[in-house]
């Protein structure tokens, strides 16, 4: 088994340039209806995401760049995102990713070379897919949002009723940031407060 190979041998690292929309605000109880009037294909229930954005003296997000370790219900992925640019509204940057076998020993190999964990937000993804795009109804600590991934997305930005020209253009790092402003009390990264 070579370095590109998974389980099972089937390849566990991908190579894309990520076309992306994200709306907040959404109401997922009324997206979710249409999705299954539509007869996409849930991949996912609501399941926790925890992820740790690393860099290196600030280098990374100096270049646009993001270098993030998730840990989800597909397991753990390393993923390296390019600088962000714009087609019209919709997001691209190239991504490259692959699995993981054990966060812990990733996370003290990127700490070994230097790399140190700056942020850290959770959210509960719930997955679809219509097409080929790609449909994650996100509840994070800051409100819900829907991302749409794939070629197309804004045609069915605007089957939900969605105008993608209100996308929104920030990532959740920096929407945390902003929050934060307004609301000094919260924690500094955005994690959903400890179960009781």
């Known amino acids: 088994m070579d370095g590109r190979q998974g389980v099972g041998g ?5 190579e894309s340039a990520e076309r992306e929309l994200k709306f907040a605000g959404v109401e997922h109880s009324l997206l979710r209806e249409r999705l299954i009037d539509w007869e996409a294909e849930c991949q996912g229930s609501g399941t926790l995401e925890d992820n740790w954005v690393f860099d290196r003296d600030g280098t990374v997000a100096a270049a646009g760049q993001v270098l993030r370790l998730r840990v989800d219900r597909r397991g753990t992925h ?12 919709v997001k691209v940057r190239v991504e490259h990713e692959t699995g993981v076998e ?15 964990t700056v942020r850290r937000y959770q959210k509960i993804r719930e997955e679809w897919r219509l097409g080929s795009i790609k ?6 600590p800051i409100g819900d949002f829907v991302e749409l991934e794939g070629e197309g997305c804004e045609r069915l930005a605007r089957r939900f009723g969605l105008d993608p020209a209100r996308a929104e253009r920030r990532s959740y790092l920096r929407l945390y940031e902003e929050y934060k402003k307004d609301h000094p009390e919260a924690p500094a ?8």
């Open 10 to 14: 089937m390849s566990d690292e991908h």
């Open 78 to 89: 390393l993923t390296f995102k390019g600088p962000a640019t714009f087609d019209g509204t």
């Open 102 to 116: 054990d966060p812990k020993k990733m996370r003290a190999i990127l700490e070994a070379l230097g790399f140190e």
């Open 135 to 140: 449909v994650a109804l996100d509840h994070t």
């Open 189 to 196: 990264d955005m994690i959903f407060p400890p179960a009781e």
